[in-house]
């Protein structure tokens, strides 16, 4: 069974703290997404990586950043926790099955 | 602007009523997904079309590639059903997606 995992379900952070969610997938996909789902607002992409070291800014970038070094493994990197990223993070994996890790809820106090 | 539109945002239906959902697109697309989210859980994937139909258990979606529309239906809903269903379309890039923002599906007993 495919699988997309991510190292948190749930994270409470100080403002300005440095902050590292990890997303590890199983499935050999070249694709991998950063997602954060707010009530009201869907889902945002912060990021994507086609490839291994390879990053592309999605929607709302401002204040994160990410790493991939290996294929399987793709982080978000929040680089100084603002209330305003209370959050619920959501890695993917693409293409087919376009696949979810299960989730990391962030609070930043 | 949304690239997708679901409709309705919101359903309550009675155990054993047939459901649909819909969603519109503007996009070119390569695919069309429906996704499932329990409250409180992961996404998961319930269905890939690019064209026709397609049935797994209770659940069908269908899609018109024409008229850029797809619907999700249930029959014979349960309360387990209680969920949100989002709508996400994938463009022919492979590697960019958008959502919907989702519709809360109640099931009540």
């Known amino acids: 069974d495919v699988k997309v995992t991510q190292s948190s379900r749930y994270l409470v952070k100080r403002t300005g703290e440095k902050v590292f969610l990890e997303c590890v997938q199983d499935?050999?996909?070249?694709?991998m997404f950063w997602y954060r789902q707010d009530p009201g607002l869907g889902l945002r992409l912060i990021y994507f990586?086609?490839?291994?070291?390879?990053?592309e800014k999605g929607d709302i970038p401002e204040g994160y950043s990410v790493s991939r070094e290996k294929k399987e493994r793709f982080s978000l990197i929040l680089e100084s926790a603002s209330t305003n990223q209370t959050s619920m993070y959501l890695c993917?994996?693409?293409?087919?099955?376009?696949?979810f890790g299960s989730g990391t809820r962030l609070t930043v106090v | 602007k949304n690239e997708v539109e679901q409709s309705p945002q919101n359903l309550t239906a009675q155990e054993g009523e047939f459901i649909t959902i819909n969603c519109s697109y503007s996009?070119?697309?390569?695919?069309l997904h429906w996704l499932q989210q329990h409250p409180g859980g992961g996404i998961v994937s319930l269905f890939m079309?690019?064209?026709g139909k397609k049935k797994h258990g209770r659940l069908i979606a269908t899609i018109n590639i024409q008229e850029k529309h797809s619907s999700l239906h249930i029959t014979a809903s349960h309360p387990r059903d209680s969920a949100v269903y989002i709508c996400?379309?994938?463009?022919?890039?492979?590697?960019?997606?958008?959502f919907g923002t989702g519709t809360s599906l109640t099931v009540i007993p």
């Open positions: 993917a994996s693409s293409p087919y099955p376009l696949t």
């Open positions: 079309l690019s064209s």
């Open positions: 990586s086609y490839d291994v070291k390879m990053k």
């Open positions: 499935m050999d996909h070249e694709n």
């Open positions: 996009v070119g697309i390569s695919a």
């Open positions: 996400a379309v994938e463009r022919n890039t492979g590697n960019q997606f958008y």
